[in-house]
């Protein structure tokens, strides 16, 4: 039998409450529309895309997110939460510059 542990389980429930009211409007959706190929069999089905997440990482607005999220992105939209519970959203287009590698350093021996 499980006992539920309340008061643990609700301090849980505040502190995870507490975490996405910080860092949650710093999440975007990046929904993207890829070129569509010159030999599509299908032109009806439209360009290809895709769509993930990622986050603003800088006070100037800056998004990191995956490299196959915006890999051969011809219009990127982003769209965020703001605190007050309005979306705004953002087009870009020709953007190349999306995505910041970071590649942990190591150090090896010689």
């Known amino acids: 039998m499980n006992i539920i542990n309340e008061p643990r389980l609700n301090a849980y429930s505040e502190s995870v409450?507490?975490?996405?009211?910080?860092?949650?409007?710093?999440?975007?959706?990046?929904?993207?529309?890829?070129?569509?190929?010159?030999?599509?069999?299908?032109?009806s089905r439209g360009a290809p895309g895709?769509?993930?997440?990622?986050?603003?990482?800088?006070?100037?607005?800056?998004?990191?997110?995956?490299?196959?999220?915006?890999?051969?992105?011809?219009?990127?939209?982003?769209?965020?939460?703001?605190p007050a519970g309005i979306r705004s959203i953002r087009l870009l287009r020709g953007v190349e510059d999306l995505l910041l590698p970071i590649t942990p350093t190591r150090r090896r021996e010689v």
């Open 50 to 82: 895709g769509s993930g997440s990622g986050f603003v990482f800088s006070g100037d607005g800056f998004i990191l997110t995956n490299s196959h999220v915006v890999h051969g992105g011809e219009e990127i939209m982003i769209t965020q939460q703001d």
């Open 17 to 43: 409450s507490a975490t996405l009211a910080t860092v949650g409007p710093s999440v975007v959706r990046v929904e993207v529309q890829g070129k569509p190929a010159p030999d599509a069999a299908s032109p």
